[in-house]
C-alpha cells in the first residue's frame, strides 16, 4: 500500500485556492497509484481564523467542493481537514475521510488548547468520540493535533481495532535546538515512535509547514512503521510531498513479536476508570 503525505502551507480562508492546491496533488498523487494521501488539520482553510470561522465552514451534506472530492475519491482515498458547520451556527475543526466516493468517516477535534496562542475553544465546540473507520485500504483512525498527545486516545483507536493511525496537525515552531530539529517537533516524534511501538500500528503523521499571522508551522511530517522505526519524514521548513509504501504485513509480524494486542484488556480498564472516577466524585 502507499501513502502520500502533504505537507504544505495553506492560504488562510481560501477556499478556492487551497482546493485547487488538493486536488492537483491528487491527480499526482493517482499517476503514482498512491492509495491513500493525507493532509494537514485545516488543510482546506489555514489554521488562524478566528472571526473567518462561520464565512469558510462547509456542510458536508451541501457544497461543492466535497462534491468534486468525493468524484475523485472514487479513484483515491484521502484525508483533509476542514471547518464544519454540523447545524447552524455550530462549529467544529474537523477531518474527512475520502473513500470510494464517499465520506466514510468524520472526526472532530476533541481536545482543543486554549491557551497561549491558541484560542480553538473559543470558536470551536468539541467532538465527543473516537471511532474507527472500516474503510477498502483497512481499519484507520483520525486524531487531530492534540488529540494525540493525550495517551488515551491512541489507546481508544487501538481497541477499536485500528490498524493505521493518522493525526493531522498545525502545530507551531517552539524552541530551536542545536541538533537541527526543533524542539516542539521532538515532541512529535517521541510521541509517533512510542504510539507505533507499544499499539503496534503505523502512525502518519502530517503537519502542515509556512506562516499565518506571523504564526510559523513546523513541518517535520512522518510515518512509523508497527515496529517503530521511523520510515520517512519530511523537512521541518519547506512544503513537502512524499510517497511512502507500507506493508501491512508488518502489523502481523509485531503483533507477534510485541503482544500488547494478545493480552491487551479493556474491560479491566473500564473497570478501574469507573471505579477511580466514582471515588473522585467522593472526595
Known sequence: ??????????RLGDLEKNFQIHKEILEKAKKEKSDLVVFPELSLTGYSLQDLV???????DNNHYFSEFKKISKD???IIG??????SGIFY???AFFSQGEIVHLHRKVFLPNYGIFEEARFF?????FEVARSNIGKVGILICRDFLHFPTPYLL?????EIIVVISNSPVRGVSDNDYYESARLWECQGENVARLLTSFVIYCNRVGFEEGLGFGGGSFIYNPFGKLLRKASYIDEEVFTQEIDFNETRSARIV????RDDNPHLILRELKRIVERSKEE
Do not use: C, D, H, W
Not at 258 to 261: R, S
Open 82 to 87: 476542514f471547518v464544519e458547520e454540523k447545524e
Open 76 to 78: 483515491i482515498s484521502f
Open 258 to 261: 510485541a503482544t500488547y494486542k
Open 1 to 10: 500500500m502507499k501513502v502520500t503525505v502533504a505537507q504544505i502551507a495553506p
Open 93 to 95: 475543526n474537523s477531518a
Open 125 to 129: 465546540a468539541r467532538g465527543n468520540n
Open 158 to 162: 487501538f481497541v477499536g481495532g485500528a
Open 54 to 60: 462561520p464565512e469558510i465552514a462547509l456542510s458536508v
